[in-house]
């Protein structure tokens, strides 16, 4: 199968071409940022680069990994956070239905308001509290409108691609590599980590399955932050030397708000027989000892390829 995918630069395409690829699939890959060899120029918002670009290429499928995804550069600016996450999904959208293409979005589980006690199904009512939600919502919402085949979905605190990444996991370790020895996380606020590597691995078998609609896909088991950076700790060996601190949101403040509970269940995909996700901290701990003893051989011998991240 031939599978175009936009946001080819970011840290899910990181692990999924490889794992496309593996699976004996053509990938065309496809951004804004030609960050590395062999990406295609590709401007969402055009929609006369989309079309162009499909009618040359003629996928079998698309892949949409293109967003912006930083929640409080959203709120700041609302008209970049629709433009691309909104109208630029609209045109992949209609060029997809001029070409008869599926289309597979990625969405987030901040579609939720967060004030679920448990962890949110596919079944469950929207309703975003943030611009960064409401946008990903209006993507959903276009895609649905335009397509009849389509799969979306929704990730929850992606998580992936080690020097690629830029949010939070990555952001700790870089912490812990600079010396910090006192680390402060949020501990009312819940969500389900989704591990690039294992989110990956899934795609094959779901587009095969052609069951089309939308789905939640993430790991096993639900966290706060202070969860994960205890975890983070005690994976990367330092659980002697570094001391985490729990704290509450309200003592954090950000530009955008946040809903309790970003928890989401994968209920759907159990009904198609791909297997269940790996639990959140088994995939954390294989995510730090892979790419720490490949950092230090980098360090080590000056040898890094991105390519090799999951």
């Known amino acids: 199968m031939k599978i175009l995918i936009t946001g080819a630069s970011g840290t899910l395409s990181a692990a999924a071409i490889p794992q496309l690829i593996r699976h004996g699939h053509a990938v065309i890959p496809t951004d804004i940022s030609k960050r590395f060899p062999g990406i295609r120029r590709l401007d969402i918002t055009d929609r006369e680069n989309i079309m162009g670009l499909l009618n040359e290429a003629r996928p079998d499928y698309v892949f949409h990994f293109a967003a912006e995804t930083n929640v409080d550069l959203c709120e700041k600016n609302p008209v970049r956070a629709f433009s691309i996450n909104a109208k630029g999904t609209e045109n992949i959208a209609l060029a997809c239905r001029e070409y008869d293409t599926p289309l597979l979005y990625v969405s987030t589980g901040a579609v939720f308001s967060g004030d679920k006690p448990e962890p949110y199904a596919e079944s469950d009512t929207p309703g975003p509290l943030n611009v960064y939600g409401k946008s990903k919502l209006e993507g959903e919402l276009v895609v649905q409108d335009i397509l009849k085949k389509y799969l979306i979905i929704r990730a929850g605190w992606m998580i992936g691609g ?124 294989e995510y730090i000892k892979l790419n720490k003893d490949r950092q230090e051989a980098h360090d080590k011998e000056g040898k890094y390829s991105y390519t090799g991240i999951q």
């Open 162 to 285: 080690w020097d690629l990444d830029k949010k939070f996991v990555y952001k700790m370790i870089c912490q812990l590599k600079e010396g910090k020895r006192e680390l402060v996380a949020v501990n009312d606020k819940f969500g389900s980590p989704t591990f690039t590597k294992d989110f990956a691995s899934k795609l094959t078998k779901i587009i095969e399955t052609k069951e089309y609609g939308i789905y939640h896909l993430v790991n096993r088991g639900t966290c706060s932050r202070f969860d994960m950076v205890l975890k983070i700790v005690e994976f990367m060996g330092m659980e002697k030397e570094v001391t985490v601190r729990p704290i509450d949101s309200d003592s954090f403040p950000m530009p955008a708000p946040r809903g309790r509970s970003e928890m989401l269940e994968s209920t759907r995909i159990g009904l198609l027989g791909c297997g269940d996700m790996p639990h959140w901290e088994k995939a954390l701990g």
